[in-house]
């Protein structure tokens, strides 16, 4: 899709989504998510290449595509809210939530000390940011760098009309440093953390495979004193549901590599546990297991190289 068709796209559906009635934007969403699972498209292949791992091998066909259809139901669930969560009254967000564990995390921010939250890619990440702002504790985030760029600049107002502070995870040489900045002030950082977008992340276990994660979490608790905590997020019929974990320390080692590995490592068992206790609400369609990501960039490869070659013979060039 042309990036500028694809940015007024996107404006119209946020836009209907905040003023269809409600019922009748679910159903719409739901529908999308069955006609993508009925297609099996790519987006659900990826989803089913994850879920795989996470059911194990002895797993039937039919037991992933029945888990792999929730999944995307709840994935859908996640846009239709994001789109919708400006529009929503503060005391529906507020009375929806149930949360457990979230009186130590807002105790060490009361208390001065720093806190990074790590969340894999579950539930609703968006109603997390904006339910914790509005009970007072501003926080600081991320966000990938989407094409178009106005695109970009449209979630990232998104985001910070619900109170957040967005930085580019790329593109921005201060973003490492603001963060730090904020830790050491003894605010709250919030991090997606089960997904290697840079490629500088490191190999851990993940439902006995190797997968790529970032290190970025671990190691900026480290570097600023700050609480590591990790944070699951799931759907219970029309409730919103935040997990905040105990607090991860860092672990000992004579390196500074070996520290991050090995709390990172931590940190993906969390969400293991986490992930497998909800595994309909995780929301992962990339390829994020090694073998996953050799062969992915594999076909990109392949796709490049041919898509030169046709360029070459539109030209009217040869290859000898």
């Keep these: 899709m042309d990036e500028r068709v694809a ?20 159903a719409v969403f739901r529908g999308i998510a069955d006609r993508s699972w009925r297609a099996h498209d790519e987006g659900t292949r990826g989803l089913e290449r994850n879920l795989r791992r996470l059911l194990g091998p002895t797993a039937t066909e039919a037991r992933l595509r029945a888990l792999s259809r929730a999944g995307m139901r709840s994935y859908m669930r996640y846009y239709y809210e994001m789109f919708r969560l400006s529009a929503m009254p503060d005391e529906h967000i507020l009375g929806n939530t149930r949360a457990t564990g979230i009186e130590v995390l807002e105790k060490t921010v009361a208390e001065g000390r720093g806190v990074v939250a790590a969340l894999p890619h579950m539930g609703n990440w968006d109603h997390a940011g904006a339910w914790m702002t509005l009970r007072g504790t501003p926080l600081t985030t991320v966000a990938q760098r989407l094409r ?100 991860i320390p860092i672990a000992d080692g004579p390196h500074r590599s070996e520290r991050v590995h090995r709390t990172t490592r931590e940190l993906v068992r969390v969400f293991e546990g986490a992930i497998a206790e909800h595994p309909e609400d995780w929301h992962m369609l990339q390829p994020i297991f090694s073998r996953d990501q050799d062969d992915d960039r594999i076909r990109r490869h392949r796709r490049e190289t041919e898509a030169a070659l046709r360029a070459l013979e539109h030209r009217g060039g040869r290859i000898r």
């Design 7 to 26: 940015e007024l796209a996107y404006a119209a559906g946020w836009s209907a989504v905040r003023h269809a009635p409600e019922s009748v934007g679910r």
């Design 148 to 247: 178009p760029e106005g695109l970009y600049r449209r979630f990232t107002a998104h985001r910070e009309s619900l109170g957040m502070e967005v930085l580019p995870l790329t593109g921005g040489a201060e973003t490492v440093a603001t963060l730090a900045r904020r830790l050491r002030a003894g605010g709250l950082v919030c991090l997606l953390a089960d997904r290697d977008i840079n490629g500088t992340g490191v190999e851990v276990d993940l439902f006995g495979e190797r997968a790529r994660v970032p290190t970025g979490p671990a190691a900026l608790a480290m570097n600023t004193g700050a609480a590591l905590m990790p944070v699951s997020l799931w759907y219970d019929g029309p409730y919103w549901n935040i997990r905040v974990h105990d607090e």
